[in-house]
């Protein structure tokens, strides 16, 4: 008797898959992005996921060198930089090439002055206002969060695997693939004047920044690759982390959490086999 | 309590002293000791209990935020990611928080399902039933609320489509609507009675928990057989340890269940648009509301056409009002089912052709759940009218029809007959084989 309602739940949901496939062709307008992002092996991965804190220091430096000059990363602060392996002294002479304004002081004046670890990374623009006079009207984007704030929709019947397999790099992935990913328009697609075809792009066929990175543009010291692929790679990583730096620490306490309620509920299922033995007799 | 009476025995004296004055471990006793609950339980009579600890855990880590955040429109995206960064343990604290609230409607539905599967809402538990329907609407209501603190898009832009239902109420609706955002557009004064609301209702869905209980233990649980039970000494085992060993270790797996999503995939039931801070200039592609609201939401949206008087020009109700109207009703009508399900027979175990209607409304339930999420164009919006139709149909026409044309399949005698290994005699097929309590 207690198979019967499991039974019809189950039915329910086969019922509802094939139902679900039958209709995933049934949308009509062009679907963004035009192609599903690339899957990259990343060290985060997967319940025993942990940061490349080298491939994180690498991402910090493209992002420095290059992405910085457009996007800012308001929720880091430098003393953050100190979790990428940077050390102490590291940390607090990365701060000391910015400048921050501070005040207001005795005299109420506002001033600037050095940059210490305590302060957040001051971004390249003083406002949204100027972001978007120098760029044509489109913001860039803060970086704190973008990694967890774009993921193209999986679709079914990803999201159902998805639960299985622990997939959540949706959005480094993206963003890996939206480095990587520009290309000339296809012969007969009209993009609009100043914008770049992408084909990962989310939003359109086509968005208003130019391919940011390429072979060499930024010096390793640890003999990795100066490629595209590497660079995108890495700031994609660095971009994770900034969006959840606790990634790790999650991922280590739930394997601890998870192993005693595994082992809880084994020595809960024994006892209640115990107790209701005394049913049976 | 249905035992009728106490067999409490206070132990010592203070125990006997407060026994006389306020009987509170009696009550205790009574209700989570000696209360003898049907011996053929099974897994789904877990999800009570389930949800009780949810409840617990909603409101311990919710108090908890509730001391890190800030809710002003202008710190409330950065007080929530400071909360993920420099508090300790945040992350996890919201972890637990943010996917506990799907947690709590992915038992709560599973407990409603089997309340309908089992008739767990028939006579003489109907009132238990419309509390359970009660606190699954305060349930909707919190939760919403609570979708809207963190200050993202989705936040921002949920809010604005819910509270936008109450201006389809003709000539006051407005009025409504600007008394209930305190303004006339979502801003910091719908955020400040949001986050007070938010903090409220938790309180008041455990003062009608209480009740919940309280009229459970006066009728007495159902049982999957759907008989009551007639003789108390052999029918009924005393809850504890039966049903709280079972309960344990049902709320340890389904602990599991919910620990898979905090540690491993904690933004897997959130939307990516909630991550980018709430912007009154900047509508996104496509509003979704939680999943867990999907099947009202495409309710909502099935109406897509004015109900007037037939020939004539004149509307009577709009769209967006009928829209509004199917959604609470969609609702509402779940207060009536005690009356609505007309057979006598309790259990769907007996019930052939309940038993098909059942799944195809699971199935309507899923489906809409699923053109929820989908923009309402094309065949999306065929599809919803078409489920809409079938889960109003379900409650308003099949269930009372059901219950006249259905032929039951024989019932057992008495939970004994069906679930102890004395000859069962008139039972038929697996309802009467052998079954000892989970």
């Known amino acids: 008797m207690k198979l019967q309602f499991p039974r019809i739940a189950g039915l329910a949901l086969a019922a509802l898959l094939t139902m679900g496939t039958g209709s995933a062709f049934a949308a009509g307008a062009e679907h963004y992005p035009i192609k599903e992002p690339k899957h990259v092996d990343w060290s985060f991965s997967g319940p025993m996921g942990t940061w490349d804190l080298g491939q994180l220091q690498r991402g910090y430096k493209v992002y420095a060198e290059v992405c910085a000059a457009c996007h800012s990363i308001d929720l880091v602060a430098f003393r953050n930089l100190g979790e990428l392996g940077f050390s102490e002294a590291q940390v607090k002479a990365i701060a000391a090439e910015f400048e921050v304004e501070d005040g207001p002081n005795s005299d109420g004046e506002m001033f600037d002055r050095t940059a210490v670890p305590a302060d957040k990374i001051p971004g390249p623009y003083a406002n949204s206002q100027e972001a978007a006079v120098a760029n044509n009207g489109a913001v860039p984007p803060d970086f704190s969060l973008l990694a967890k704030a774009r993921a193209p929709e999986r679709g079914f019947p990803n999201f159902v695997f998805d639960i299985f397999t622990m997939y959540a790099e949706n959005g480094p992935d993206y963003i890996y693939s939206l480095l990587t990913g520009y290309e000339e328009a296809p012969e007969g697609r009209e993009i609009p004047e100043g914008t770049h075809y992408n084909p990962y792009f989310i939003a359109g066929p086509a968005l208003a920044m130019a391919s940011p990175l390429s072979d060499g543009i930024v010096s390793y010291d640890d003999g990795s690759p100066e490629t595209l692929d590497q660079y995108s790679k890495d700031v994609s990583a660095f971009m994770m982390w900034a969006a959840e730096p606790s990634l790790d620490e999650r991922k280590s306490l739930g394997f601890r959490v998870m192993i005693f309620l595994l082992i809880f509920s084994v020595l809960l299922y024994l006892t209640k086999k115990k107790v209701f033995q005394s049913l049976k007799k | ?407 039951p399949d024989e019932l057992p005698p008495s939970i004994a007959d069906a679930v102890l290994d004395e000859p069962a005699k008139a039972g038929r097929g697996r309802a009467s084989s052998p079954q000892p309590a989970e």
């Not at chain 2, 609320?145 to 109420?169: D, E, H, K, N, R």
């Not at chain 2, 869905?205 to 006066?218: K, M, N, P, S």
């Not at chain 2, 504890?240 to 540690?263: C, S």
């Not at chain 2, 609505?340 to 699971?362: E, H, Q, W």
């Open chain 2, 1 to 407: 309590m249905s035992g009728g009476h106490s067999e409490y025995v206070p132990g010592n004296g203070f125990s006997k002293w407060l026994d006389s004055r306020l009987p509170l471990p009696r009550m205790v006793y009574d209700s989570f000791i000696a209360y003898p609950v049907p011996r053929n339980l099974n897994s789904w009579y877990t999800f009570g209990a389930i949800l009780m600890v949810m409840l617990v855990v909603m409101i311990l880590t919710g108090v908890t935020l509730a001391m890190h955040y800030a809710a002003s429109t202008e710190l409330a995206f950065q007080s929530v990611e400071h909360i993920e960064r420099d508090v300790n343990y945040g992350w996890l604290i919201r972890g637990i928080h943010a996917n506990g609230a799907s947690m709590f409607f992915i038992a709560v539905y599973i407990h409603m399902f089997r309340g309908m599967y089992y008739g767990s809402y028939k006579e003489p538990r109907e009132v238990l039933w419309i509390l359970g329907v009660l606190i699954f609407l305060l349930m909707m209501a919190t939760a919403f609320m609570g979708y809207v603190l963190p200050w993202g898009q989705m936040s921002f832009w949920g809010a604005t489509v819910i509270t936008g239902f109450f201006s389809a109420i003709p000539l006051i609706g407005e009025g409504i609507q600007q008394w209930l955002l305190g303004g006339f557009a979502v801003d910091n004064a719908t955020l400040n009675r949001f986050f007070s609301l938010h903090y409220l209702l938790p309180f008041m869905i455990a003062g009608v928990v209480i009740l919940h209980v309280w009229a459970l233990h006066v009728t007495g649980q159902t049982n999957p057989t759907g008989v009551e039970v007639k003789n108390m000494r052999k029918e009924t085992v005393p809850f504890t340890p039966f049903a709280t060993i079972k309960d344990a270790l049902a709320i340890v797996i389904f602990l599991l269940f919910f620990g898979w999503f905090v540690f491993y995939l904690p933004d897997f039931l959130g939307h990516p648009d909630n991550y980018i801070p709430a912007d009154p200039l900047k509508t996104p592609a496509h509003i979704v509301p939680e999943w867990y609201f999907l099947p009202f939401y495409a309710i909502l949206r099935a109406i897509t056409f004015n109900i007037g008087i037939p020939f004539t020009d004149i509307v009577l109700i709009d769209s967006k009002l009928g829209g509004v109207i199917a959604m609470f009703a969609s609702i509402a009508v779940m207060f009536f089912l005690p009356w609505l399900d007309t057979s006598k027979v309790r259990s769907g175990n007996y019930r052939p052709m309940f038993k098909i209607c059942f799944i195809l409304f699971a199935i309507a339930c899923v489906a809409l759940g699923y053109l929820g999420s989908r923009p309402a164009e094309g065949i999306y919006t065929i599809l919803s009218q078409f489920f809409t139709a079938y889960y109003f149909a379900h409650f308003l026409i099949i269930l009372p029809i059901l219950g006249r044309i259905e032929k």
